[in-house]
């Protein structure tokens, strides 16, 4: 299963504001009710403080998680899949720690922890971490 949250507007851990929408296949006869897509927007927090008090921030869209990450649906299948092609892809996990943070400095975590906390709910289970990840998770 997959737990779907919305970002924060604070600027908590030196995070962007930010909001996510997302689009579920609802609206006729038959919908299956599930989550399609999502659009997280954000503003640039030092660009917003640097405009001054007079100046609203410019909110803008970072990414679609189909179109930003690659993914065909977001079903927990395909985030599954994300995870195991992040693990081997360098480029594709930049993107999807820049889009974690926001587009902001944010959390410098390790590759591993990050991706482990995408898989598991428990801290008390890393079962999935070692299947996915491998057992020898020190050269991340």
């Known amino acids: 299963s997959v737990g779907f949250v919305a970002p924060s507007i604070t600027t908590y851990l030196g995070l962007n504001p930010a ?3 997302y689009t579920v296949d609802s609206g006729y006869e ?3 009710y599930r989550v ?3 659009e997280t927007y954000i503003f640039n927090m030092t660009e917003a403080n640097l405009g001054g008090p007079d100046v609203n921030p410019v909110w803008y869209k ?3 998680a189909r179109e930003g990450l690659g993914m065909e ?3 927990p299948q395909d985030w599954d899949q994300l995870v195991r092609r992040m693990a081997t892809d360098d480029e ?3 993107t999807f720690f820049r889009y974690y943070n926001q587009d902001s400095s944010g959390d410098e975590d ?3 922890n990050v991706l482990c906390s995408l898989l598991t709910t428990s801290n008390l289970d890393k079962s ?3 299947e996915i990840l491998g057992p020898n998770h020190e050269q991340w």
């Open 30 to 32: 038959g919908a299956s």
């Open 19 to 21: 909001y996510r929408i």
């Open 128 to 130: 999935k971490c070692t």
């Open 62 to 64: 970072l990414y679609s």
């Open 110 to 112: 390790q590759k591993y």
């Open 36 to 38: 399609i897509d999502s």
């Open 73 to 75: 649906n977001l079903y």
């Open 92 to 94: 594709l996990y930049k």
